[in-house]
């Protein structure tokens, strides 16, 4: 109504505000002590800034069974507040449809349909759901206790590795601006937890480029079926292998740079180190949730010994460094060890949506046209649209090349690709929206669009700062190819390095 006062601070507006919250928390556990979420849950901070000190209302609490089924999430529906964040997410950002409310008024729940476990759902497992809950009804699998004790095995030999993304958000963790850089802080601290080598998965994603390309290569020599869709994005990979499983034959074979890197560890690194694979611990930090799930994979393991033995978040190492009692900013940096810890700029453009297309766009000029890529930044793959077009030229061919994040638009570039409407060479997807920066196990950034900006940025300003800025001039993977892996592409490559997928 026109010339109507609204008063949103009255006594009564802020006494009105302190009873809705009362109300929730008088059906809420308040085990705020033992919580996954404490200190970074939405409604104790509520609470808190309500000066809420006691609640009058009393009564009946819900009870559901804890879902505790899948590698990566646990749902506590007891702490579920009903905001359905969750449910715009899975079902209007990633199409997914896994979460919906289930039953009416006070038995109202979010659950999967016929409350079925989390692993026996089609979830893809991008943790989008836990990056948006408010409460510790959605979180992530806590794996640090199973580090701790890997640590504290003197029969083991335990190794890190961290993804292009960690080093762009953990400084967030410590109270440090949003895109800084804290590479060498970050392996300081990895050193002082006690992890007997520093790896870098962007040693891995050099490699996954390598490989990539190859097979882009050979597809485009052969005949083979195109678009190639990258593969490195575990919860995308889920995302097809439920949905479009008419179409298994497109995406690379590759596996991701995870993975990549625990078959090469537990292979060529415990051959040169003569060590017994199955004394050697490998550990992941990951912006990601769905490498929880995809770690545990069959397919990834051989004669019993997985290719990872522990994959944890961003935030899990976080809160490692802090019970360590390490005081991170004061840290000063180090490097990461080799032969698996050396990177170009490429690698590390693996953080974010189009980094990968960047990436292999660099190495697949040069395999093609033998000649120096003078400008390696291909600036039209770049920016956080959900879905990016662009046709590069590469000698007298024209690429055509699209990216997606976030799965609802993957799921439209898939659609045209079912449809034949499109024709491209090769297509980038994160199942993220803004990709692997924006994982579902990054410090919480409360959907802050400009913290997502600064953590993109972080990474090409790292790519830009490389004396190296092309995967297949990484010199310690020219060594393991010429050592260990024969040609790109090749037999051993195949073995190690490739993998399959499952229609589900
Ligand atoms: S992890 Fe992703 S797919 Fe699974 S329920 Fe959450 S949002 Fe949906
Ligand atoms: S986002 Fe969390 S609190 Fe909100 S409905 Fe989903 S599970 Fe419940
Ligand atoms: S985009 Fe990155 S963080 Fe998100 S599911 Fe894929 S690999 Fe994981």
Same mark, same amino acid.
């Given at each position: 109504m026109n010339d109507m006062v609204i008063k949103t601070n009255s006594i009564k507006a802020i006494k009105a505000r302190r009873s809705m919250v009362e !109300?929730?928390?008088?059906?809420?556990?308040?085990?705020?002590?033992?919580?996954?979420?404490n200190s970074e849950c939405e409604l104790q901070k509520l609470a808190? =800034?309500?000066? #809420?000190?006691? +609640? &009058?209302?009393?009564?009946?609490?819900? /009870? %559901?069974? &804890? $879902?505790?089924?899948? %590698?990566? +999430?646990?749902?506590?529906? =007891? &702490?579920c507040i009903l905001c359905r964040r969750c449910v715009t997410m899975c079902n209007e950002v990633q199409t997914v449809g896994v979460l919906s409310p289930v039953n009416r008024g006070f038995h109202t729940v979010i659950s999967p349909a016929f409350s079925s476990p989390m692993i026996e759902t089609n979830c893809t497992f991008c943790g989008q759901c836990v990056a948006v809950c408010p409460t510790g009804a959605l979180t992530e699998v806590n794996n640090t206790s199973k580090v701790w004790d890997a640590l504290d095995n003197k029969d083991k030999v335990v190794i890190v590795q961290t993804a292009p993304a960690i080093r762009a958000a953990l400084g967030e963790e410590f109270g440090l601006e949003p895109g800084t850089v804290v590479t060498g802080k970050m392996v300081a601290a990895l050193r002082a937890l006690g992890f007997n080598k520093v790896f870098d998965t962007d040693f891995a994603a050099d490699l996954t480029i390598v490989e990539e390309a190859s097979e882009l290569i050979y597809r485009l020599e052969h005949g083979g079926r195109l678009p190639m869709l990258t593969s490195c994005c575990p919860g995308w990979i889920k995302f097809f292998e439920h949905? %479009?499983? =008419? !179409?298994?034959?497109?995406?690379?074979?590759? &596996?991701?740079?995870?993975?990549?890197?625990?078959?090469?560890?537990?292979?060529?690194?415990?051959? /040169?180190?003569? #060590? $017994?694979?199955?004394? !050697?611990?490998?550990?992941?930090?990951?912006?990601?949730?769905a490498k929880k799930y995809e770690a545990a994979r069959p397919e990834m393991s051989r004669n019993g010994v997985p290719d990872i033995d522990i994959v944890i978040s961003t935030r899990e190492l976080s809160k490692m460094i802090k019970e360590a009692g390490i005081d991170f900013n004061s840290l000063d940096d180090e490097d990461f060890d080799n032969p698996l810890g050396e990177s170009t700029g490429a690698s590390v453009l693996f953080g974010t949506t189009g980094g990968v297309m960047e990436a292999a766009l660099r190495t697949a000029y040069e395999y093609i046209t033998k000649e120096e890529l003078k400008d390696v930044n291909f600036e039209a793959v770049r920016g956080l649209e959900g879905i990016k077009k662009a046709t590069v030229k590469i000698k007298d061919m024209d690429v055509n090349v699209a990216i997606a994040s976030g799965l609802g638009n993957a799921r439209k570039l898939l659609e045209s690709i079912r449809e034949g409407k499109v024709n491209y060479h090769m297509i980038e997807i994160m199942a993220c929206p803004g990709g692997c920066v924006d994982g579902g196990g990054q410090p919480y950034m409360h959907e802050n669009i400009d913290t997502l900006k600064k953590r993109m940025k972080a990474l090409y300003k790292e790519d830009a700062g490389k004396t190296i800025r092309k995967s297949h001039e990484n010199p310690f993977i020219k060594q393991l190819y010429e050592e260990f892996l024969g040609k790109p592409y090749g037999e051993k490559a195949h073995e190690l390095l490739h993998t399959t997928y499952t229609k589900r």
């Open positions: !109300l929730l928390l008088s059906n809420h556990p308040q085990d705020c002590l033992l919580c996954e979420k808190a =800034d309500m000066n #809420i000190k006691s +609640i &009058k209302y009393t009564g009946e609490k819900s /009870k %559901f069974p &804890k $879902d505790t089924s899948s %590698f990566s +999430i646990i749902r506590d529906l =007891d &702490k949905d %479009f499983s =008419d !179409l298994l034959d497109i995406p690379s074979t590759c &596996k991701s740079p995870q993975q990549m890197f625990g078959a090469i560890a537990k292979t060529y690194l415990a051959e /040169k180190v003569e #060590i $017994d694979p199955k004394n !050697l611990v490998v550990v992941s930090v990951m912006p990601c949730l």
